[in-house]
């Protein structure tokens, strides 16, 4: 079901270490994301915490917890621990069902990320957001704005003027970004209605 990196793995155990329980338990669980960019948290939990609905999962010298209403989303996702500008964490690769990718969009798709990565989210972050990128269809990519960036009064402008200008001189196939951010909802959108 669940596939973890090795250093996803060192993380997890570095971190059950710490703690003199040694009935510790990684549980998996989905928060409300865009169907095509879920969300995914991660908590250490005791095994006495289990559920009837949880799946066990072996992580590789742990235990892992999913509910049974998340495990479908799961299923073949890859867990990461990823360092990069301003930024360190856990990251959750789950399988895009329906969305296969070509090379040459699985190739745009990275140098979009590269971009994403270097160029843009470290300007973004200094506001507490980060722009992910959710989906590629042919030239025309899909982004979602998070923290800071979701419902900010000028994140249209953060889109228009910054994120297409570094992409069209960066990666200038594209022909089209298009944001799917719910800048309306969320746990902490900077700008409510």
């Known amino acids: 079901m669940l596939t973890f990196t090795d250093a996803a793995k060192?993380?997890?155990l570095a971190y059950m270490g710490q703690d003199e329980?040694?009935?510790l338990a990684?549980?998996?669980t989905q928060r409300p994301g865009t169907p095509l960019n879920p969300q995914f948290e991660l908590s250490l939990v005791t095994l006495g915490e289990q559920q009837d609905s949880d799946v066990t999962?072996?992580?590789g010298g742990f235990t892992v917890l999913v509910s049974e209403d998340d495990s479908e989303a799961l299923q073949g996702a890859t867990?990461?621990?990823v360092q990069r500008v301003n930024e360190s964490g856990f990251e959750v690769r789950p399988v895009r069902k329906g969305t296969q990718l070509s090379e040459g969009e699985g190739a745009l798709a990275e140098r979009v990320k590269s971009v994403l990565d270097?160029?843009?989210n470290p300007a973004v972050a200094s506001h507490g957001g980060a722009i992910v990128l959710a989906d590629v269809k042919g030239t025309e990519i899909f982004i979602e704005m998070t923290g800071g960036c979701q419902g900010c009064a000028m994140s249209r402008m953060t889109l228009?003027?910054?994120v297409e200008r570094m992409l069209a001189q960066s990666v200038p196939?594209?022909?089209?970004?298009?944001d799917i951010t719910d800048h309306a909802s969320g746990e902490n959108p900077f700008f409510t209605h």
């Not at 196939?173 to 298009?178: I, K, P, Q, R």
Request: aromatic fraction near 4%; charge should be negative; glycine fraction near 8%.
């Open 57 to 59: 999962v072996d992580g």
């Open 79 to 81: 867990v990461d621990f």
């Open 26 to 28: 990684l549980r998996v």
């Open 160 to 162: 228009r003027q910054g």
């Open 118 to 120: 270097s160029q843009i």
């Open 173 to 178: 196939e594209v022909t089209a970004v298009h």
């Open 10 to 12: 060192d993380m997890v």
């Open 21 to 23: 329980d040694s009935d």
